[in-house]
């Protein structure tokens, strides 16, 4: 079983930058592929980001292209989602989750965290 803690999320104004992080806990990560999602209030889950196992290939939703940057420190057990250029529409609480696939497919991923809030507002 692998348990997902994120944490960095919060109130910042629009232009502004958080980095997300996702702690890994009861086996380590580095064989898994990760995700970034959010959710917002009325709408699906939806795929942000995804990083592989050995952080060689990342891939991202078109809305937040050049902006996001996901990446992963194996020795740490931790997975990390930088967020510049922040918009509203950014608004939603982030999960991370691990997965044996390379995916944007939620249902695809085995593993997943309680979110953490990320509210862009001025």
């Known amino acids: 079983q692998v348990q997902l803690i994120e944490s960095g999320g919060g109130l910042v104004q629009p232009g502004g930058s958080l980095r997300l992080s996702c702690a890994a806990s009861?086996?380590?990560?580095?064989?898994?592929?990760m995700g970034w999602f959010r959710q917002s209030p009325g709408k699906e889950r939806e795929f942000v980001a995804t990083?592989?196992?050995?952080?060689?290939?990342?891939y991202y939703a078109d809305s937040v292209k050049g902006r996001f940057t996901i990446s992963r420190d194996n020795a740490k057990n931790t997975v990390y989602l930088q967020m510049n250029s922040l918009k509203p529409e950014d608004t939603a609480v982030y999960y991370c989750a691990a997965g044996r696939f390379y995916t944007v497919v939620a249902g695809q991923y085995d593993y997943w965290g309680q979110g953490t809030q990320v509210t862009v507002s001025s």
């Open positions: 009861g086996r380590t990560i580095s064989s898994y592929n």
């Open positions: 990083v592989t196992w050995s952080g060689s290939s990342t």
